[in-house]
């Protein structure tokens, strides 16, 4: 195959994106991207992203597509540098060619950069002839983009905070029909974030509450573990939520701050907070943008979506269950 003048194997990946319930805000390693601490998170099952690789000699250069939009010159950066860790460990010096479609909107308010770089690890190993266990792959596309890691397990994930690049990977703690949990997000605006999660969290440390947060966070893991086990809806929904707001306590006082959020968000916050206290069992998980995950259990769905219909300053919603993590399929994007 590859080296060999001809054209290699096209391979196919689909990922998808996911939801952390214990955020990653900060890395002890920037260009390893080893985080500060572990984090917990959900396959979203509609929210995909499906990309063919293939390497060969007879492409002159990498050309990197996106279906429904184009990258910007620093995204195909990150692509092609990801390329380069794949050919490396391979050894081939091939050029690829790479096809990516998302299965919802950017202005959906779901970051496309882990289900992205998880597509993206999985179908370039495959078409360089690399046969990787589990947690490899998700080290690869650890380095690619963090909360990637995540997105190549199944169902319900963690990602082991670790002190060095082998330590730090993503393993399923539940598959994904071991509980039906649904993330209704509420999509307040529709524009990409100013600030992406890579530059924001740089400044985390600068937050007088950093430490607080990661004083924190390991009894906030093994509290959700035990919830997830438990199938504790009150106990598992209680500690997302103060986990979203130790974030974001963070983000807003770090130096420079950065505010995600907007009124809509706020007036979605206390409505959740409401409907809970009229009866409907929900919590609100929100990353680095203004848009709010609602999340429930699929009894609680309908009761929630209508719920949500009464609110002022929603654009769209977006319903999802848990997913499996990344696989590989024998659909290509092109031929
Ligand atoms: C707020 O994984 O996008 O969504 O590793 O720099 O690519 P990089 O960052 P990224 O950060 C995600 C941050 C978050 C929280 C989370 O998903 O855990």
């Known amino acids: 195959m590859c080296g060999r003048g001809g054209k290699g194997m096209k391979k196919t990946a689909i990922a998808p994106a996911n939801i952390a319930f214990i955020k990653y805000w900060g890395k002890k390693n920037e260009e390893l991207r080893i985080p500060a601490n572990a984090s917990i998170s959900m396959n979203l099952l509609g929210a995909v992203t499906t990309t063919t690789v293939e390497f060969s ?21 990150r692509i092609t540098a990801h390329l380069d860790r794949i050919r490396q460990k391979a050894g081939i010096r091939d050029f690829a060619r790479v096809v990516t479609k998302n299965s919802f909107p950017k202005s959906a308010g779901i970051a496309s950069s882990a289900s992205g770089f998880a597509a993206l690890t999985l179908a370039s190993a495959a078409a360089a002839g690399l046969s990787l266990p589990q947690k490899e792959l998700t080290i690869l596309a650890r380095i690619g983009s963090g909360s990637a890691c995540r997105s190549i397990p199944d169902g319900f994930v963690k990602w082991e905070s670790g002190e ?13 029909d071991y509980w039906d949990i649904r993330d209704v997000l509420v999509v307040v605006d529709q524009t990409s974030k100013k600030i992406s999660s890579s530059d924001g969290m740089k400044k985390a440390g600068t937050s007088p509450f950093w430490q607080e947060r990661q004083r924190d966070i390991e009894k906030r893991i093994i509290q959700i573990t035990k919830a997830l086990e438990e199938k504790n809806f009150s106990e ?45 069992p929900v919590f609100f ?6 848009n709010v995950h609602c ?6 769905e309908k009761q929630l979506i209508d719920a949500i219909k009464t609110l002022s300053g929603v654009q769209s919603t977006l319903v999802n269950s848990c997913s499996q993590g990344a696989h590989i399929t024998n659909t290509h994007l092109y031929q």
């Open 236 to 280: 598992f929904g209680t500690i997302l939520e103060d986990d979203c707001l130790s974030m974001h306590s963070v983000m807003m006082t770090q130096n420079p701050p950065l505010m995600y959020w907007n009124e809509a968000t706020g007036n979605c916050i206390r409505n959740v907070q409401k409907w809970r206290k009229d009866g409907l």
């Open 285 to 290: 998980t929100i990353d680095a943008g203004p």
């Open 164 to 176: 060095k690049s082998e330590e730090s990977y993503a393993h399923s703690l539940f598959p994904h």
């Open 295 to 300: 999340i429930c259990e699929g009894k609680d």
């Open 57 to 77: 000699s007879s492409y002159p250069k990498d050309t990197i597509e996106l279906t429904d939009g184009s990258f910007s010159d620093g995204e195909t950066r």
